[in-house]
């Protein structure tokens, strides 16, 4: 299996422009996961999906975050309009049964 | 509530030193106990885990048990090595939930 896979890699984006990060999970996991990682705060779930249905959201910043997961294979997460504040790297993770998470490589945004 | 704690980094060794990286948790309930490793640039992969009092995880050398009387997961490697060069997470997550509770994670430097 290819593992996660998110996209792109890299984002160089200016203040007030629209963000949108990629997910594919690994196939036949059920669970899908939103991470961001910064310096100052760690690792910190932002989402998390079952199935397609968003279970908790707890941990969106702000209602300039959205996630979406329109079928088994593929979600965004997108940040509108973004702000310096949100550079970081986000990550997705997946897994069959909610416990053990695969993470993908990431993705480090910049915004200037 | 729950959380996590490791000890503050960074940790930095010569090749075949012996490891210890402490972590200890607080939580209700009887969580599962989890080490992940970040390499440079890349996703978190699970290292280990351990799901009930007394157990012992293991991979790649590296070994942590669950102690439920001290409430902690430290993780241990008899001889390092430079590729074991990362950044180490301990978490856990607490049956019925998928949230991981991570703590701030230790960076491991081993010297040639």
């Known amino acids: 299996d290819a593992g996660v896979i998110q996209s792109p890699r890299h984002e160089v984006t200016e203040m007030g422009q629209e963000v949108t990060l990629r997910c594919k999970p690994i196939s036949g996991h059920d669970y899908l996961f939103w991470y961001r990682q910064t310096m100052m705060r760690g690792l910190e779930l932002l989402i998390y999906f079952n199935n397609n249905v968003p279970i908790d959201d707890s941990g969106m910043p702000e209602d300039r975050f959205s996630a979406k997961m329109p079928n088994a294979s593929f979600s965004t997460l997108k940040i509108q309009p973004s702000e310096p504040r949100d550079s970081a790297v986000y990550f997705c993770a997946s897994s069959s049964g909610g416990e053990t998470q695969y993470f993908g490589p990431g993705t480090r945004l910049l915004v200037l | 509530g729950d959380s996590v704690t490791q000890m503050e980094g960074p940790v930095t060794l010569s090749e075949e030193a012996f490891l210890t990286i402490n972590c200890t948790y607080t939580?209700?309930?009887?969580?599962?106990l989890f080490w992940y490793v970040q390499y440079p640039g890349e996703g978190l992969q699970l290292l280990l885990k351990?799901?009930?009092?007394?157990d012992k995880g293991s991979n790649k050398g590296f070994e942590a048990t669950y102690r439920k009387e001290t409430t902690s997961f430290h993780l241990e490697k008899g001889s390092v090595q430079v590729s074991d060069s990362a950044v180490y997470f301990c978490?856990?997550?607490?049956?019925?939930?998928?949230?991981?509770?991570f703590g701030t994670g230790t960076r491991l430097k081993v010297l040639a």
């Open positions: 351990a799901t009930k009092a007394d």
């Open positions: 978490a856990l997550i607490n049956s019925g939930t998928y949230k991981y509770i």
């Open positions: 939580a209700t309930g009887y969580p599962s």
